[in-house]
Protein backbone atom coordinates (compact mmCIF):
# COMPACT_ATOMS: atom_id res chain seq x y z
CA UNK A 1 0.00 0.00 0.00
CA UNK A 2 1.06 3.53 -0.91
CA UNK A 3 1.95 5.62 1.59
CA UNK A 4 -0.34 8.82 -0.14
CA UNK A 5 -3.18 6.25 -0.52
CA UNK A 6 -6.47 6.01 2.37
CA UNK A 7 -7.56 2.99 3.29
CA UNK A 8 -11.24 2.70 2.69
CA UNK A 9 -13.51 3.40 5.63
CA UNK A 10 -14.22 0.75 8.82
CA UNK A 11 -18.23 -0.38 8.80
CA UNK A 12 -19.80 0.37 11.81
CA UNK A 13 -21.94 -1.61 13.84
CA UNK A 14 -24.63 -0.54 17.03
CA UNK A 15 -24.56 -2.79 20.34
CA UNK A 16 -27.96 -2.35 19.94
CA UNK A 17 -29.07 -6.15 21.01
CA UNK A 18 -32.16 -6.10 18.77
CA UNK A 19 -30.23 -5.70 15.25
CA UNK A 20 -31.99 -7.25 12.46
CA UNK A 21 -29.60 -8.93 10.28
CA UNK A 22 -31.98 -9.15 7.40
CA UNK A 23 -32.62 -5.32 7.30
CA UNK A 24 -30.27 -3.51 4.45
CA UNK A 25 -29.25 -1.16 7.45
CA UNK A 26 -27.88 -3.88 9.42
CA UNK A 27 -24.96 -2.74 11.51
CA UNK A 28 -25.80 0.58 11.30
CA UNK A 29 -26.69 2.75 14.34
CA UNK A 30 -30.27 4.90 14.87
CA UNK A 31 -32.02 5.44 11.77
CA UNK A 32 -29.16 4.36 9.61
CA UNK A 33 -26.73 6.72 11.25
CA UNK A 34 -23.08 6.24 12.05
CA UNK A 35 -22.29 4.42 15.36
CA UNK A 36 -22.13 6.96 18.71
CA UNK A 37 -18.73 4.67 19.56
CA UNK A 38 -17.09 5.37 16.56
CA UNK A 39 -17.33 9.21 16.96
CA UNK A 40 -15.59 8.37 20.13
CA UNK A 41 -11.17 9.70 19.80
CA UNK A 42 -8.71 6.83 20.81
CA UNK A 43 -6.74 8.13 23.07
CA UNK A 44 -2.97 7.71 22.86
CA UNK A 45 -3.74 6.06 18.99
CA UNK A 46 -3.97 2.11 19.03
CA UNK A 47 -2.72 0.38 22.17
CA UNK A 48 -0.69 3.97 22.86
CA UNK A 49 1.31 3.45 20.10
CA UNK A 50 1.77 7.37 20.19
CA UNK A 51 3.72 7.40 23.31
CA UNK A 52 6.76 6.07 22.18
CA UNK A 53 8.94 8.32 20.57
CA UNK A 54 11.30 6.21 19.09
CA UNK A 55 10.30 4.96 15.50
CA UNK A 56 11.95 2.15 13.33
CA UNK A 57 14.57 2.96 10.94
CA UNK A 58 13.72 3.85 7.90
CA UNK A 59 10.11 5.02 9.18
CA UNK A 60 9.30 8.67 9.34
CA UNK A 61 6.84 10.16 11.45
CA UNK A 62 4.16 10.67 9.11
CA UNK A 63 4.04 6.93 7.91
CA UNK A 64 3.93 6.16 11.41
CA UNK A 65 1.32 8.21 11.97
CA UNK A 66 -1.06 6.54 8.60
CA UNK A 67 0.33 3.26 9.77
CA UNK A 68 -1.30 4.22 13.71
CA UNK A 69 -4.08 5.57 11.74
CA UNK A 70 -4.34 1.89 9.84
CA UNK A 71 -3.81 -0.09 13.18
CA UNK A 72 -6.81 1.80 14.64
CA UNK A 73 -9.39 1.07 11.89
CA UNK A 74 -8.34 -2.53 11.47
CA UNK A 75 -8.95 -2.75 15.07
CA UNK A 76 -12.48 -1.61 15.05
CA UNK A 77 -13.59 -3.42 11.78
CA UNK A 78 -12.36 -7.13 14.16
CA UNK A 79 -14.04 -4.99 16.88
CA UNK A 80 -17.13 -5.09 14.54
CA UNK A 81 -16.79 -8.19 13.06
CA UNK A 82 -16.68 -9.44 16.69
CA UNK A 83 -20.14 -8.07 17.28
CA UNK A 84 -21.35 -9.34 13.97
CA UNK A 85 -20.45 -12.82 14.49
CA UNK A 86 -21.83 -12.60 18.49
CA UNK A 87 -25.76 -11.69 16.84
CA UNK A 88 -25.00 -14.25 14.06
CA UNK A 89 -24.61 -17.02 16.71
CA UNK A 90 -27.53 -15.24 18.55
CA UNK A 91 -29.93 -15.50 15.84
CA UNK A 92 -28.21 -19.24 14.62
CA UNK A 93 -28.94 -20.63 18.38
CA UNK A 94 -32.67 -18.91 17.97
CA UNK A 95 -33.13 -20.60 14.97
CA UNK A 96 -32.69 -24.01 16.13
CA UNK A 97 -34.68 -23.11 19.20
CA UNK A 98 -37.51 -22.55 17.16
CA UNK A 99 -36.99 -26.23 15.20
CA UNK A 100 -36.17 -28.01 18.17
CA UNK A 101 -32.88 -28.31 17.95
CA UNK A 102 -31.39 -28.82 21.26
CA UNK A 103 -27.44 -29.01 22.33
CA UNK A 104 -28.23 -32.70 23.22
CA UNK A 105 -29.81 -33.61 19.59
CA UNK A 106 -26.47 -31.79 18.12
CA UNK A 107 -24.46 -33.97 20.03
CA UNK A 108 -26.35 -37.34 19.85
CA UNK A 109 -26.40 -36.67 15.55
CA UNK A 110 -22.82 -35.91 15.73
CA UNK A 111 -22.22 -38.86 17.65
CA UNK A 112 -24.15 -40.96 15.08
CA UNK A 113 -22.26 -39.56 12.38
CA UNK A 114 -18.81 -39.86 13.69
CA UNK A 115 -20.02 -43.77 14.30
CA UNK A 116 -20.94 -44.38 10.47
CA UNK A 117 -17.48 -42.62 9.46
CA UNK A 118 -16.17 -44.50 12.09
CA UNK A 119 -18.00 -47.84 10.19
CA UNK A 120 -16.71 -47.23 6.66
CA UNK A 121 -12.96 -45.89 7.18
CA UNK A 122 -10.83 -48.51 6.03
CA UNK A 123 -9.17 -49.32 9.50
CA UNK A 124 -13.10 -50.12 10.84
CA UNK A 125 -13.13 -52.14 7.59
CA UNK A 126 -9.79 -54.02 7.43
CA UNK A 127 -10.37 -55.01 11.19
CA UNK A 128 -13.70 -56.44 10.41
CA UNK A 129 -12.62 -58.40 7.31
CA UNK A 130 -9.38 -59.33 9.90
CA UNK A 131 -11.80 -61.03 12.31
CA UNK A 132 -14.31 -62.32 10.34
CA UNK A 133 -11.34 -64.26 8.81
CA UNK A 134 -10.27 -65.35 12.16
CA UNK A 135 -13.55 -66.58 13.67
CA UNK A 136 -13.45 -68.85 9.88
CA UNK A 137 -10.16 -70.52 10.57
CA UNK A 138 -9.30 -73.76 11.72
CA UNK A 139 -7.19 -72.86 14.22
CA UNK A 140 -10.16 -70.64 15.34
CA UNK A 141 -12.46 -73.48 15.33
CA UNK A 142 -10.14 -76.01 17.17
CA UNK A 143 -9.61 -73.78 20.15
CA UNK A 144 -13.32 -73.29 20.80
CA UNK A 145 -14.05 -77.06 20.80
CA UNK A 146 -11.86 -77.13 22.97
CA UNK A 147 -12.55 -74.82 25.16
CA UNK A 148 -16.35 -75.99 24.91
CA UNK A 149 -14.96 -79.44 25.73
CA UNK A 150 -12.86 -78.44 28.62
CA UNK A 151 -16.27 -76.15 29.92
CA UNK A 152 -17.88 -79.51 29.62
CA UNK A 153 -15.61 -81.87 31.44
CA UNK A 154 -14.94 -79.39 34.42
CA UNK A 155 -19.03 -79.13 34.92
CA UNK A 156 -19.03 -82.66 35.00
CA UNK A 157 -16.23 -83.24 37.59
CA UNK A 158 -17.64 -80.57 39.92
CA UNK A 159 -21.08 -82.65 39.20
CA UNK A 160 -19.22 -85.78 40.17
CA UNK A 161 -17.44 -84.03 43.31
CA UNK A 162 -20.93 -82.49 44.71
CA UNK A 163 -22.46 -85.82 44.39
CA UNK A 164 -19.76 -87.58 46.26
CA UNK A 165 -19.78 -84.92 48.81
CA UNK A 166 -23.41 -84.93 49.28
CA UNK A 167 -22.85 -88.72 49.55
CA UNK A 168 -20.30 -88.54 52.54
CA UNK A 169 -22.73 -85.83 54.67
CA UNK A 170 -25.50 -88.62 53.79
CA UNK A 171 -23.55 -90.95 55.39
CA UNK A 172 -22.33 -88.87 58.09
CA UNK A 173 -26.03 -88.05 59.72
CA UNK A 174 -26.33 -92.17 60.33
CA UNK A 175 -23.01 -92.02 62.49
CA UNK A 176 -23.85 -91.64 65.51
CA UNK A 177 -23.22 -87.66 66.38
CA UNK A 178 -24.89 -85.50 68.63
CA UNK A 179 -28.07 -83.85 66.68
CA UNK A 180 -26.48 -80.78 68.40
CA UNK A 181 -23.86 -80.90 65.72
CA UNK A 182 -25.76 -81.82 62.45
CA UNK A 183 -28.32 -79.33 63.44
CA UNK A 184 -25.38 -76.28 64.06
CA UNK A 185 -25.37 -73.55 61.23
CA UNK A 186 -21.81 -74.44 60.26
CA UNK A 187 -23.16 -77.50 59.04
CA UNK A 188 -26.51 -76.74 57.24
CA UNK A 189 -24.67 -73.69 55.73
CA UNK A 190 -21.73 -76.26 54.53
CA UNK A 191 -24.80 -79.07 53.35
CA UNK A 192 -26.73 -76.26 51.45
CA UNK A 193 -23.43 -75.36 49.52
CA UNK A 194 -22.80 -79.02 48.39
CA UNK A 195 -26.47 -79.02 47.92
CA UNK A 196 -26.39 -76.72 45.34
CA UNK A 197 -22.57 -77.34 44.00
CA UNK A 198 -24.56 -80.70 42.97
CA UNK A 199 -27.25 -79.02 41.18
CA UNK A 200 -25.40 -76.54 39.24
Known amino acids: MD?????????TLSLDPDINLNSPNKGLGPAGGADPLTDVPVEGGAMGVSS????????????AEEIRSELVKVE???STLRQVLLAKEKHSAELKRKLGLSPLN???????KGWQDVQTSNAYL?????LDEISRSEAYKKTQETLSVAGQK?????STMGTALSR???????????????NSPTFKSFEDKVGNMKLG
Not at 168 to 182: E, I, V
Open 3 to 11: VGQACPPAP
Open 52 to 63: INTLPPGLTEEE
Open 154 to 158: TTAAL
Open 168 to 182: KLGDMRALPFSNSFR
Open 106 to 112: ELKQNLT
Open 126 to 130: TASAT
Open 76 to 78: EEI
